[in-house]
């Protein structure tokens, strides 16, 4: 059984920092690049970073410089640390493997936790 568990969502005020976390099962993790992504309410679910498994990243162009996804293989972990967070990073982060060719694609992604909800006030 292949399970992703997101943690580290909260409220925060608008410069403050969050670092979510996302523990895999082992068979959900060995191999595989991981990616986050977004939802805001009424909106797609967006791709924000990925990282492969040797350790490549890949960013989407509003979090570039402000967030850093990374990953301790050893602990069958990933996490985004999002430090200058903004109003509009208000959204449910999911974490989720990758198994396709395109990072930015929700569609190459098997297997998504449950989400973890980051706001921030203004």
């Known amino acids: 059984q292949v399970q992703l568990v997101e943690s580290g969502g909260g409220l925060v005020q608008a410069g403050g920092s969050l670092r979510l976390s996302c523990a895999a099962s082992?068979?959900?993790?060995?191999?595989?690049?991981m990616g986050w992504f977004r939802q805001a309410p009424g909106k797609e679910r967006d791709f924000v970073a990925a990282i492969s498994w040797s350790g490549s990243t890949y960013y989407t162009d509003s979090v570039k410089d402000r967030f850093t996804i990374s990953r301790d293989n050893a602990k069958n972990t990933v996490y985004l640390q999002m430090n200058s967070l903004k109003p509009e990073d208000t959204a449910v982060y999911y974490c989720?493997?990758?198994?396709?060719?395109?990072?930015?694609?929700?569609?190459?992604?098997?297997?998504w936790g449950q989400g973890t909800q980051v706001t921030v006030s203004s």
């Open positions: 082992g068979r959900a993790f060995s191999g595989y690049a």
């Open positions: 989720a493997r990758h198994y396709g060719t395109n990072y930015y694609s929700f569609r190459e992604y098997d297997y």
